[in-house]
């Protein structure tokens, strides 16, 4: 069963910097991609970044330059490195484990504050 828990979230002004994780348990961590999505309040989940198993990232326009995704996979974390915050980046944000199993993490806040 997979198990993803992220943290990090809190509140930050506009210009500044969070880092998420997203800790898994219960699966062979590098056997799996993963995913960061954000859900802002009355959108649709969307697709943030991902890391492949072989440590390949991609990112969405409305992020790219500014976050950076990476994986250490003996602590079987993924980071979300948020620089240059916007308050357009406020959301909810959740990693989606993408393998021989799926699975969701329960979310963390962000707040950015202008």
């Known amino acids: 069963q997979v198990q993803l828990v992220e943290s990090g979230g809190g509140l930050v002004q506009a210009g500044g910097s969070l880092r998420l994780s997203c800790a898994a348990s219960?699966?062979?961590?590098?056997?799996?991609?993963i995913h960061w999505y954000r859900q802002a309040p009355g959108a649709q989940r969307e697709l943030v970044g991902f890391?492949?198993?072989?440590?390949?990232?991609k990112y969405a326009d409305s992020v790219k330059g500014r976050f950076t995704i990476s994986r250490d996979n003996a602590k079987n974390t993924v980071y979300l490195q948020m620089n240059s915050l916007k308050p357009e980046d406020t959301a909810v944000y959740y990693c989606?484990?993408?393998?021989?199993?799926?699975?969701w993490g329960q979310g963390t806040q962000v707040t950015v504050s202008s």
């Open positions: 989606y484990a993408d393998g021989p199993a799926r699975g």
């Open positions: 219960g699966i062979i961590f590098s056997s799996y991609h």
């Open positions: 890391i492949t198993r072989e440590g390949s990232t």
